[in-house]
C-alpha cells in the first residue's frame, strides 16, 4: 500500500511540469489526496488537495492560477500540473491521502518518498 509522485526534474523559470501520484494496493476513489511540497530548511506546505467525493479541489494561494489538481479514478492516479513556475516552486513534492479534505499534513497517511522539482531563473 503506497503513494508514489513522479514527473519531477529541472525546468525553467515560467516553465510547466505535471506530477502524478499513483497509488497501488488500494482504490484511491474514496480518499481525498493532497499535494505538498518542502523545500530545503522549511516546513512542509499544503500545494492542494482534491476530494475522493465530488472532486472539488482548494490551492495554496501561493500557487492558485498556476497549479491544477485532478484525478482518475480508473487509473488510480492523481495528478498536478504546474504551470508558470517559478524558483520559489523548487521543492521536493509530495502526495498523501485522507479520508477529508484538509491543508495541513496532519491528516494525511501514506506518505511516498517525494518528487524533486527545480526551477532555475
Known amino acids: 500500500v503506497q503513494l508514489q509522485a513522479s514527473g519531477g526534474g529541472l525546468v525553467q523559470y515560467g516553465g510547466s511540469l505535471r506530477l502524478s501520484c499513483a497509488a497501488s494496493?488500494?482504490?484511491?476513489?474514496?480518499?481525498?489526496v493532497g499535494w505538498f511540497r518542502q523545500a530545503p530548511g522549511k516546513e512542509r506546505e499544503g500545494v492542494s488537495c482534491i476530494s475522493g467525493s465530488d472532486h472539488s479541489t482548494n490551492y495554496a494561494a501561493s500557487v492558485k492560477g498556476r497549479f491544477t489538481t485532478s484525478r482518475d479514478n480508473a487509473k488510480n492516479t492523481v495528478y498536478l500540473q504546474m504551470n508558470s513556475l517559478k524558483p520559489e516552486d523548487t521543492a521536493t513534492y509530495y502526495c498523501a491521502r485522507s479520508t477529508t479534505p484538509a491543508d495541513k499534513p496532519g491528516p494525511y497517511f501514506n506518505w511516498g518518498p517525494g518528487t524533486l522539482v527545480t526551477v532555475s531563473s
Open positions: 494496493g488500494f482504490a484511491l476513489d474514496y480518499y481525498a
